[in-house]
């Protein structure tokens, strides 16, 4: 299979599920590397995730055939299947942000689409804002013809403002950095309600991309899992 023929198999398979190809690069030959399929530093690698919620409805019909809802992190499951299948049909290795030892996924996707990241630390896109997310990436034993990320606007430097800092009510998002604390108080506490069932107050702050924003039933799923 020639290398344009890779990259259009995979993202053909990974459109089934609602899942894109987020950019990639070729390591440097003295850059460390996790380990190819072969067991040897991978030479190139892909990033796999999401623009919007597209993936929603077809993770939420897996999650209906699965015999047991007691999955502890049912949406890395079901991602890890979506993209170690396409992963297998490319002779690649499939790796996620949750495996430990952690792996720099944020590094590599600000390198891979020149992004940069928000106040709220959520890598910004010129396109999809705040609403898009990395589930994965492939390590290829061989070096594929990737062109390097061109620089994007980082809408944050034109937003006057920023009114994701403001919005918080714990003030848990500051030039002096998260405090995560803070906020996972506040989601679990009494007045949480809100960003437990409509997402962080802040991030829906945000006045970029608005049609891309997650739906209520997919934040509320995702602030539960951080609640957890």
Known sequence: MTAPGVIERLA??????????????????????????????????????????????FFLRWLERQESR???????????????????QVSARA?????????PFQQWAMRAEGL???PLGILMHPEFGLWHAYRGALL???????????????????CNG???????????????????????????GADGVRCRTAGCIARNACPYA??????????AFHMASFAA
Not at 43 to 56: D, H, K, T, Y
Not at 142 to 150: F, G, K, Q, T, V
């Open 70 to 88: 007691c999955l502890s992190d049912p949406l890395d499951t079901w991602s890890g299947e979506v993209i170690g299948n396409a992963a297998r």
């Open 210 to 219: 608005a049609a891309y924003r997650y739906p209520a039933d997919a934040q």
């Open 116 to 118: 940069k990241p928000s």
């Open 95 to 103: 790796v996620s942000p949750s495996d430990k030892p952690y792996l």
């Open 12 to 57: 053909a398979a990974l459109d089934e599920d609602g899942l894109i190809l987020r950019g990639g690069f070729v390591f440097g030959a003295h850059e460390w590397a996790p380990a190819g399929l072969s067991g040897r530093p991978a030479r190139s690698i892909i990033l796999v995730g999401q623009a919007g919620a597209a993936p929603w409805p």
């Open 162 to 188: 920023k009114p994701c800092l403001n919005a918080c009510p714990v003030g848990a998002f500051s030039n002096a950095g998260y405090a995560h604390a803070d906020c996972l108080a506040h989601v679990r």
């Open 140 to 158: 290829f034993d061989r070096e594929l013809p990737i062109r390097p990320a061109e620089k994007t606007i980082h809408l944050c430097e034109r």
